[in-house]
């Protein structure tokens, strides 16, 4: 008695079929294989691409960091600046006689020669 397969329908018992059911085996071996190395493939192409995209964010938030460190820094050197002027000006009068003479006039209450000076009573003040 022959087997039957799934629908009453005996099998041929061939060479022809035998090779045919070893070559889709193969097949299907071959095919899982493939699917493994294209599933490992994706999976280390992931990894790469998401480490890559955690190096650039990082990178980005440091850029990010560094040039708002430049603003605050070129403000303060601005301002710097801005204070060497004034200091430079401040010393310039200072080696003018006539303004070092009304400094001294005024803050400590010196006089020339002959020059009388009344001080101010500030009624305001108690």
Do not use: C, W
């Not at 799934?6 to 299907?28: L, P, Q, W």
């Not at 493939?34 to 998401?50: D, E, K, M, S, Y």
């Not at 070129?74 to 002027?85: F, G, I, R, S």
Request: hydrophobic share 35%.
């Amino acid at each position: 008695m022959n087997p039957t397969g799934k629908f009453g329908v005996t099998s041929i018992n061939t060479d022809y079929v035998a090779s045919k059911e070893i070559h889709e085996k193969k097949m299907r071996k071959r095919r899982k294989g493939l699917i493994r190395r294209l599933t490992v493939f994706v999976i280390i192409l992931a990894v790469v691409v998401g480490g890559m995209v955690s190096v650039i964010l990082s990178q980005r938030s440091q850029i990010e960091q560094k040039e708002t460190q430049k603003e605050q820094l070129e403000k303060k050197l601005k301002d710097e600046k801005h204070n060497e002027k004034v200091y430079r000006s401040k010393v310039r009068l200072l080696h003018n006689k006539d303004y070092i003479g009304e400094l001294a006039r005024k803050d400590f209450l010196l006089s020339k020669k002959g020059e009388i000076i009344f001080p101010s009573h500030d009624t305001d003040k108690h």
